[in-house]
């Protein structure tokens, strides 16, 4: 079960846009529209932000949106806002019936 | 509204054993998949266990298979990870998570520490 690859570190400025990969292999990613995003900043429990690849939970500002091609999937960040800054973890379902995460990617908005 | 409370966790010394409670309520418990997320200290989260809501399915990541055992009891809105032969790198925040592709309710987490 090895983690999906994500970017260690992405940035941006207010108000740009920012995207974050995750890709994974045809056991996961690529099989499955079954990819989460969590949301964690220092100290506190992830927060479900994305699912399905495109989802949005209620509550969560329409500036975060998902995508998925092939064994990728991607999310965006229009309009960054300081409170965007935070770590980022993708998952995805498996064909083991199990649950993969991203490494991780930690957001700083300039 | 919904409420994840774990519990159970401590400083253990390797080789020894600790069992993680989670307390559920706001919503039915038998209903729903739960999951033991854990995240070492500075690490990113790792997936440990899931149990399907009527406990007939019990899945595990590679790593903690034959040492940890999840379980629930749906009459007690109760989840549980029994964590045998602990090792350093076990050394984590245990978070419960509801759900089985989407988890969408998380706990604050219980710290475990395995050291001598």
């Known amino acids: 079960q090895s983690a999906l690859t994500q970017p260690p570190s992405v940035s941006g400025s207010p108000g740009q846009p920012v995207t974050i990969s995750c890709t994974g292999t045809?056991?996961?990613?690529?099989?499955?529209?079954?990819v989460s995003w969590y949301q964690q900043t220092p100290g506190t429990a992830p927060k479900l932000v994305i699912y399905e690849v495109s989802n949005r939970p209620s509550g969560v500002p329409d500036r975060f949106s998902g995508s998925k091609s092939g064994n990728t999937a991607s999310l965006t960040i229009s309009g960054l806002q300081a409170e965007d800054e935070a770590n980022y973890y993708c998952?995805?379902?498996?064909?083991?019936?199990?649950?993969?995460f991203g490494g991780g990617t930690k957001l700083t908005v300039l | 509204q919904v409420q994840v409370v774990e519990s159970g966790g401590g400083v253990v010394q390797p080789g020894r054993s600790l069992r993680l409670s989670c307390a559920v309520s706001?919503?039915?418990?038998?209903?729903?998949?739960m999951n033991w997320v854990r995240q070492a200290p500075g690490k990113g989260l790792e997936w440990v266990a899931a149990i399907w809501y009527d406990g007939s399915n019990k899945y595990y990541e590679d790593s903690v298979k034959g040492r940890f055992t999840i379980s629930r009891d749906n009459s007690k809105n109760a989840l549980f990870l029994q964590m045998n032969s602990l090792e350093a790198e076990d050394t984590a925040v245990y978070y419960c998570?509801?759900?089985?592709?989407?988890?969408?309710?998380w706990g604050q987490g219980t710290l475990v520490t395995v050291s001598s």
């Open positions: 998570a509801r759900g089985r592709w989407l988890l969408d309710y």
């Open positions: 706001g919503f039915t418990f038998s209903s729903y998949d």
């Open positions: 045809s056991s996961d990613v690529g099989s499955y529209n079954r």
């Open positions: 998952s995805s379902y498996t064909s083991s019936s199990t649950v993969v």
